[in-house]
């Protein structure tokens, strides 16, 4: 059942495609799908699946940070600080005193 669950995460391949490549029925592999660990199966794999591809997608994401199109690297950029939790400060509104001046303070003051 372990193979069939790889190929099925890990492939595009069809059901009876992959029944073929293990040299089980096609009717083996529903039954397999009814059973009660096979979600747990189909998912533990998935999740050792996405960690196999996370070192790929980040170099990825490194390299796009010296692509020639400046959005491409903004956009890079944006989403490695985003998902690493550097979030941008909130606008804050500022308001200005200016200051002013008066002219006629004595001198000996």
Same mark, same amino acid.
């Given at each position: 059942m372990i193979k069939a669950v790889r190929l099925m995460v890990r492939t595009s391949m069809s059901q009876k495609e992959i029944a073929k490549e293990i040299g089980v029925n096609e +009717? +083996?592999? !529903?039954?397999?799908?009814?059973q009660s660990d096979f979600d747990e199966v189909r998912f533990q794999e998935e999740r050792q699946y996405l960690g196999d591809l996370a070192a790929p997608a980040l170099r990825t994401m490194k390299e796009l940070l010296n692509?020639? !199109?400046?959005?491409v690297r903004y956009n890079a950029a944006s989403d490695i600080l985003d998902r690493t939790g550097f979030k941008p400060v909130e606008k804050q509104e500022l308001e200005i005193t200016t200051p002013t001046f008066v002219e006629d303070v004595p001198e000996d003051d």
């Open positions: +009717t +083996t592999i !529903s039954k397999w799908k009814n692509a020639k !199109s400046e959005l």
